[in-house]
T-cell receptor, first 115, second 117 residues
Framework: GAVVSQHPSRVICKSGTSVKIECRSL??????MFWYRQFPKQSLMLMAT?????????EQGVEKDKFLINHASLTLSTLTVTSAHPEDSSFYIC???????????FGQGTRLTVV | AQKITQTQPGMFVQEKEAVTLDCTYD???????LFWYKQPSSGEMIFLIY??????QNATEGRYSLNFQKARKSANLVISASQLGDSAMYFC??????????????FGQGTILTVHP
């Protein structure tokens, strides 16, 4: 079946540094990918929609300059958390849907800790 | 705007018993899809079951069934013969059919299910 791979699964970084998270569709082309954020024991909140070859669409309240999204190919979207701070510590997870398909496939998620 | 509500923060069930997880939704769009996902402590999101708004029959997938009551805007998940491995967080989600919302999922607050031996 379709698989979405996300890397890294865990990352610890120092405050002020930037972290890049990759989301790849392994056996299908994803023109659109989605990035979600989840705090412990809470729901998934959509951050942005990543569109191949064009700018990402950010949800209200999400800082586009802080969370940079690049969807340079049909199989790869990246989320870069710039100048990370402890409040950015969270679980980030991406998803993609096969065009014409039903379910959304999720990556394994990335647990970011900013110290 | 669409909204998903899960009113049960936590549920407990005895192994081998059935359990129902509640989900209500709100949308004015006539075309939508409803999903249930399981999230174990590892964090991965595991797709369980899907129900389209125009589907006449309730969806079933193995031990999972979706009790879809369109007039009441509810889409409850029924897990039969609970297993210890079913202990996890469960999310109900909705996706609108098209337009600018294409592909986006809106999630409920989640229900933590604990299965007791």
């Amino acid at each position: 079946g379709a698989v979405v791979s996300q890397h890294p699964s865990r990352v610890i970084c120092k405050s002020g540094t930037s972290v890049k998270i990759e989301c790849r569709s392994l056996d299908f082309q994803a023109t659109t990918m989605f990035w979600y954020r989840q705090f412990p024991k809470q729901s998934l909140m959509l951050m942005a929609t990543s569109n191949e070859g064009s700018k990402a669409t950010y949800e209200q309240g999400v800082e586009k300059d802080k969370f940079l999204i690049n969807h340079a190919s049909l199989t790869l979207s990246t989320l870069t958390v710039t100048s990370a701070h402890p409040e950015d510590s969270s679980f980030y997870i991406c998803s993609a849907r096969i065009p014409g398909g039903t379910e959304a496939f999720f990556g394994q998620g990335t647990r970011l800790t900013v110290v | 705007a669409q909204k998903i509500t899960q009113t049960q923060p936590g549920m407990f069930v005895q192994e081998k018993e059935a359990v129902t997880l509640d989900c209500t939704y709100d949308t004015s769009d006539p075309s939508y899809g409803l999903f249930w996902y399981k999230q174990p402590s590892s964090g991965e999101m595991i797709f369980l079951i899907y129900q389209g708004s125009y589907d006449q029959q309730n969806a079933t997938e193995g031990r999972y069934s979706l009790n879809f009551q369109k007039a009441r805007k509810s889409a409850n998940l029924v897990i039969s013969a609970s297993q210890l491995g079913d202990s996890a967080m469960y999310f109900c989600a909705m996706r609108l059919a098209g337009g600018t919302s294409y592909g986006k999922l809106t999630f409920g607050q989640g229900t933590i299910l604990t299965v007791h031996p």
